[in-house]
């Protein structure tokens, strides 16, 4: 009796591109991978970023429309097994919220994700410093913090180390408490000084895919300030 050898699955590589690497950042936080390995489905608050998806890959998609009790959101639904399969050899997996790990993103188009990677579960937040102002009224500072969120704690060390090894800009990590259902989130958080020289990287040209309203709040204190 003869018995056939196993011969792995020959995954379709897609080219990466800006635009790719910033599609795989969105589908890394807002994204899932069904477990009947074929469909992949993202959802978003911002009709934006499903725009822009459907623009970047280029697949016949779905758009529905999604609600609960506690918000609205958008989700653009895509059955690809080719485009599946290479999701995976990059380090996605179905539920992914709390084991996601390290990713193989090429460093070329590392900024890209993390524009993605931003732009999904991510903060550009201003404000005010008023803290020392009974002291003297100069003591007043304007303040700007980036952050970048996930459940995975093994995930944001991978994002922060190579953030660290590519632009030499180190940040802080920190965990909050659990939720409602128990679940802490892992905050990789940058000051003014680290967030205004990593945004100059992230969006580093004026004809980039992003959410503009993010992008709005780091011009707006560029122009302010």
């Given amino acids: 009796m003869k018995f056939r050898r196993y011969k792995p699955k020959k995954v379709h590589i897609f080219d990466w591109s800006p635009n790719m690497a910033y599609a795989v950042g969105l589908i890394t936080t807002d994204g899932n991978l069904s477990t009947d390995r074929n469909h992949i489905s993202f959802t978003s608050n911002d009709i934006e970023l499903i725009s822009n998806m459907k623009y970047i890959v280029r697949m ?3 758009i529905g429309y999604t609600r609960n009790c506690t918000s609205e959101s958008y989700r653009l639904s895509l059955c690809n097994v080719q485009f599946y399969d290479w999701l995976q050899s990059l380090g996605l997996t179905p539920n992914k919220s709390l084991t996601i790990g390290p990713l193989a993103i090429p460093d070329k188009y590392f900024i890209d994700f993390l524009r993605g990677h931003l732009d999904g579960d991510g903060s550009i937040t201003t ?39 590519l632009f030499n800009i180190k940040g802080r990590l920190h965990k909050t408490k659990p939720n409602t259902i128990g679940h802490s989130m892992h905050v990789l958080k940058y000051g003014k000084n680290e967030s205004l020289t990593l945004l100059s990287l992230i969006y580093y040209s004026a004809d980039l895919p992003c959410l503009t309203r993010k992008r709005l709040i780091y011009e707006s204190f560029l122009n302010n300030h």
């Fill in 60 to 62: 016949n998609g779905k």
């Fill in 127 to 165: 404000y005010t410093d008023r803290y020392n102002a009974s002291k003297d009224p100069k003591y007043v500072y304007e303040r700007i913090w980036l952050r970048f969120i996930s459940a995975s704690c093994t995930h944001m060390e991978w994002l922060q180390q190579t953030i660290i090894r």
